[in-house]
């Protein structure tokens, strides 16, 4: 959905530990999602996507898990770093019709502790 | 440039003043949107121009917003009789759409600000 006019949840780690970011989706028909990453003072960056057709997708220390039963997308980053510091997005997509422009989650504030 | 470029990066307007913002996508992107962020805040859609497709106005806040596309490629967002409430950063993408969507590439934004 979209997001306006809330302040943006905080997920704080220890630096060395697993992250694990959250979003829940409402449009069945998504079938494209992807994860943005963006820091203080920039655009948002593509970290990973996924299609329906796949259920888990592994990057660089990053893995992607969609489970399309419940409308759930997770990212996963392992051994956080303080370069990890930012805000995260999902956005979903469906690759016809009306739906086929990118839909922005909420955003997750990730803080990275030393 | 290779990126989605957005200019001005950096507009101060007094209240009251017509703005016009500039974002230039990558050469051969079908689709390209636009994105108001206030600080600390999520991104706020505004529209989303698809080919030839009549655009998505969805988004627009009032009528004192509009957007153009010419000729499928720049994009202009225009604001009309500026308010406070407008200082943010607007954002502008672009993505390539031809059988499957793909990712959107963003542009560095341009900051408003109206005093």
């Known amino acids: 959905g979209e997001s306006v006019g809330l302040h943006l949840p905080t997920l704080s780690v220890q630096e060395g530990d697993n992250s694990i970011i959250n979003c829940a989706y409402s449009?069945?028909?998504?079938?494209?999602f992807i994860w943005y990453k963006q820091e203080s003072g920039k655009g948002p960056q593509f970290i990973i996507d996924i299609r329906s057709n796949m259920d888990k997708r592994q990057g660089q220390r990053v893995t992607v898990l969609l489970n399309k039963t419940v409308k759930h997308l997770s990212l996963q980053i392992a051994a956080t770093q303080p370069g990890d510091s930012a805000v995260y997005f999902c956005a979903e997509s469906a690759d016809t019709g009306a739906n086929s422009k990118l839909t922005f989650g909420k955003g997750i504030t990730l803080s990275v502790r030393p | 440039g290779a990126g989605v470029s957005q200019s001005p990066s950096n507009k101060v307007t007094e209240k009251g003043k017509d703005v016009e913002l500039r974002c230039d996508p990558i050469?051969?992107?079908?689709?390209l949107y636009w994105y108001r962020q206030s600080l600390g805040q999520g991104l706020e859609f505004l529209i989303y121009f698809q080919g030839n497709s009549a655009p998505d106005k969805s988004g627009l806040p009032s009528d004192r917003f509009s957007a153009e596309r010419t000729g499928g490629s720049v994009s202009t967002l225009t604001i009309q009789r500026t308010q406070q409430e407008d200082s943010a950063v607007y954002l502008c993408a672009s993505s390539l759409f031809a059988r499957l969507n793909t990712e959107a590439f963003f542009g560095q934004g341009t900051r408003l600000t109206v005093v």
């Open positions: 050469s051969g992107h079908t689709a």
């Open positions: 449009n069945s028909a998504s079938d494209y």
